[in-house]
Structures are given as C-alpha cells and as structure tokens.
C-alpha cells in the first residue's frame, strides 16, 4: 500500500483538485463538506486498481475509510475489479456484503453512481429478494438513499422496471436535489426503453414530483409534451 499510495501522490494536480473541490460541492455545509481532492483523473485511478486488484480487504477498508476523496474511489474500482474477476455466487455474495457494510463511506454522487450498478444492481440481478433496496431507500443517510435508486440501473438496462419504480415511489417526497436527480435520471431510463411505462408512473405521480426530478424524467420528452407537464396539463 506504501507504493500505491506514492503512486497516487505522484499522480496528484494541484489545480485539478481545487476545481473537483468546487464541483463536488465540499464547502461549509454543502453536501460533500469537507472531502479532499487530490486531482488525479479516473483513467489514471483504474490503472491502479487493475494492478491492486489483489489488494486484501483490510487495505480496501482502509482505503475507503481515507478522507482523500481518490484514495475511497480507487477502493471501489478494485472492488469492482474483484467482483468482475469473481464468477461464482459465494464470492460475490461476500464483495456484495462488504460493500453494504462500508456504504457510508460511500460517500459523493460519483462514487455511489460508479458502485451501485455494478455491485449492488449486478448482485441483485437474478435475486428474488431485493428487499435490502428499500431498506437502503428509507435510510436517513443521504448516499445509501441514492444507492438504492441508482442500482436500479442494472435492472433497467436488463428490461426489469419493477423495482426502480417501486423505489422511485419511495423516494417521491425526498428532501435531497441529489436524490431528486437520481429518481428522474433513472425513470428518465426507463422511458428510453418503454416509454408507455414511464408516462404510465408520470401521470399518476408527476404533480407530487419534486421540479428536478421531473425535469430529469422528462428530459428527451418533445417540447411540447415537456410543457405540458410542467404546466400540470396532461
């Protein structure tokens, strides 16, 4: 880990990182107050996992745990790099849980909408029992409410609408614009491939929506179709 970690320190931009710092919000009371950026690029960052990807999971841990927004990035594309390398359900059952169990660490709308699909959405995929979503949508913590809509994604690119909408109902009167754009983004989604089905949950719902979210579900809508709907005329 000592190498990862000159690795990364060599990696570092300081005029990248105070950019990131004003994109992900980290000021004063701001959503992702106090995260630190050390301005390395992604590419860069999946370069290492690749290469780390025997990294046990007390250095993961550790990684996740770090207050360097990069160094919990790099810890999720290694899991990620794991999971993949992973083709029996034992194993991912166990990546899957390690993952719930560190989700608060989970903690900026990059890291969540990088993870969820491709270990909480893809490990629920053929799974009868998904009930650990709603469990995750009802949480008081901001980043395990949007976990649970965004690894719905999984399912909607595999056809399967059911539970993004049953999630999307629970987080309908959400207080968080993050969670607004999660929800519409992902109905927006499903519209993409069924549009029946997502008008179908829109006109009984869309009144209720927060502004953002709507505008998100209805984002590739015809002008004049999107007017209506923000004018509560369908």
């Not at 931009?13 to 004003?22: C, S, T, V």
């Not at 169990?101 to 799974?127: C, E, F, R, T």
Request: net charge positive.
């Amino acid at each position: 880990m000592g190498m990862i970690d000159k690795d990364l320190r060599k990696l570092a931009d300081k005029e990248k990182a105070r950019i990131l710092q004003g994109f992900f919000k980290t000021g004063k009371g701001q959503y992702g107050e106090g995260d630190v950026f050390w301005g390395i690029s992604v590419p860069d960052l999946r370069k290492i996992a690749r290469e780390s990807r025997g990294m046990v999971f007390e250095g993961i841990e550790k990684y996740l745990k770090s207050g360097v927004h990069e160094k919990r990035l790099l810890a999720l594309l290694i899991l990620i790099e794991k999971y993949k390398r992973t083709d029996y359900d034992g194993g991912r059952r166990v990546l899957f849980n390690f993952y719930l169990a560190n989700s608060k660490s989970v903690n900026n709308w990059d890291l969540v909408d990088l993870s969820a699909p491709n270990i909480v959405g893809d490990y629920l995929l053929n799974k009868k029992d998904r009930r650990v979503l709603v469990r995750l949508a009802k949480s008081e913590n901001l980043w395990e409410r949007r976990i649970g809509i965004i690894a719905t994604f999984t399912f909607i690119r595999n056809g399967e609408f059911d539970d993004a909408l049953r999630i999307s109902k629970i987080l309908l009167k959400d207080s968080h614009d993050l969670i607004h754009k999660a929800v519409g983004w992902m109905l927006r989604e499903i519209g993409k491939r069924d549009l029946e089905i997502e008008e179908s949950f829109l006109k009984i719902h869309y009144r209720d929506m927060p502004r953002t979210m709507l505008r998100y579900a209805i984002e590739k809508f015809d002008e004049d179709k999107r007017k209506r709907y923000l004018k509560g005329e369908v």
